[in-house]
């Protein structure tokens, strides 16, 4: 079974950082390019970063870059999120998700929720 | 990157057609036949309806279907049916190589 399964999220205060990580099983892990997707109550799904199959190019979205880093290790199957300077308004549910940006994406995990407060 | 604009709600009956939109502008929706449509169920992961502004995956029911004039897609869904109430996001690929989502649209079945 294709599936993708996230973890690392939790409670940290305004300014900390964080690494979410995304295990991914039942599919060549290394033929895809993969993403970050965050879902927050108040500004919907936002795109955050994409990286290439073997992790030669990244692309982020504008607002997101300097403070967002999308890396993988094909080797483990996974794919992380580091967020430094980490906001309130950075809490959200982040998806990993597999797919090229042209053609959608087809397969998610289920999230891991993040908590910016004091 | 502007977030491309969708109506906040819809809604309809069972078994009637809605079209929600979604607007860009020739950078991203206009420029590209690369619009996706997701469905959100509350505490649910996305799920791809849509890609490519007209081709549904395998699984997908043939009740959704997508369209693109200019600058605005738009996704009808035939025959309502209770299940398809869930909140509605479309993105398109942009000019700068990022992707850009629409700001959600909640879809309710009356």
């Known amino acids: 079974e294709v599936q993708l399964v996230e973890s690392g999220g939790g409670l940290v205060e305004p300014g900390g950082s964080l690494t979410v990580s995304c295990a991914a099983s039942?599919?060549?892990?290394?033929?895809?390019?993969m993403n970050w997707v965050r879902h927050t109550p108040g500004k919907g799904l936002e795109w955050i970063a994409s990286i290439s199959s073997d992790g030669t190019f990244v692309y982020y979205a504008e607002s997101m870059k300097g403070r967002f880093t999308i890396s993988r290790d094909n080797a483990k199957n996974s794919l992380y999120l580091q967020i430094n300077s980490l906001r309130v308004e950075d809490t959200a549910v982040y998806y990993c998700?597999?797919?090229?940006?042209?053609?959608?994406?087809?397969?998610w995990g289920q999230g891991t929720m993040v908590t910016v407060s004091s | 990157q502007s977030a491309l604009t969708q109506p906040a709600s819809v809604s309809g009956s069972p078994g009637q057609a809605i079209t929600i939109s979604c607007t860009g502008t020739s950078s991203d929706v206009g420029g590209y036949n690369l619009v996706s449509w997701y469905q959100v169920h509350p505490g649910k992961a996305p799920k791809l309806i849509i890609y490519d502004v007209t081709d549904r995956p395998s699984g997908v029911s043939s009740r959704f279907s997508g369209s693109k004039s200019g600058n605005t897609a738009s996704l009808t869904i035939s025959g309502l049916q209770a299940e398809d109430e869930a909140d509605y996001y479309c993105n398109s690929y942009t000019s700068s190589s990022t992707l850009v989502f629409g700001g959600g649209t909640q879809l309710t079945v009356l």
């Open positions: 998700a597999r797919g090229f940006l042209t053609r959608g994406f087809g397969v």
């Open positions: 039942g599919f060549t892990f290394s033929t895809y390019n």
